[in-house]
């Protein structure tokens, strides 16, 4: 394919209407990365990836800040990498959990890890299991 004057041309007048790719390379007859190419080596402002872009708009229509009680998060609005530290009666209005960003790997924040565990480890951790200690399978 050449590339006349009158399609040069009319490309970049498509380019700086807005047109996608796709569409000025429908109507020059080409395919879109023709299009792209020239467009590139004509020095064309370049524009934002509609991948990016969509990325960006979901990051702006993000969820509304949950609800914080007085005290903490209701188990509603209780996300990933939210404390599960419970306080309360769960059949008491007040009842609610920490909400804190949690440590990696535990479902607790910092403080709650140091309440809940051992030198900050979980139970599993500081006591495995002995294959030679009971269970159903072992034989004494």
């Not at 009319?10 to 109507?27: H, M, P, V, Y």
């Not at 949690?102 to 500081?126: F, Q, T, V, W």
Request: glycine letters at 12%; proline letters at 11%.
């Amino acid at each position: 394919m050449s590339w006349t004057p009158e399609k040069i041309e009319l490309l970049t007048s498509l380019w700086n209407q807005g047109w996608t790719t796709a569409r000025i390379g429908e109507e020059l007859g080409v395919g879109k990365n023709a299009v792209v190419g020239k467009a590139h080596r004509l020095g064309l402002p370049k524009r934002p990836s509609p991948i990016q872009r969509r990325a960006e708009e979901t990051e702006t229509k993000k969820a509304p800040a949950p609800k914080v009680l007085s005290k903490g998060i209701s188990i509603y609005d209780l996300g990933p990498g939210m404390c599960r530290w419970p306080f309360g009666d769960p059949g008491d209005d007040d009842f609610h959990f920490c909400g804190k960003k949690i440590i990696p790997g535990k479902p607790y924040c910092d403080e709650h890890c140091a309440a809940a565990y051992l030198n900050g480890k979980s139970p599993r951790e500081d006591n495995p299991r002995n294959p030679n200690h009971g269970g159903p399978n072992n034989k004494r």
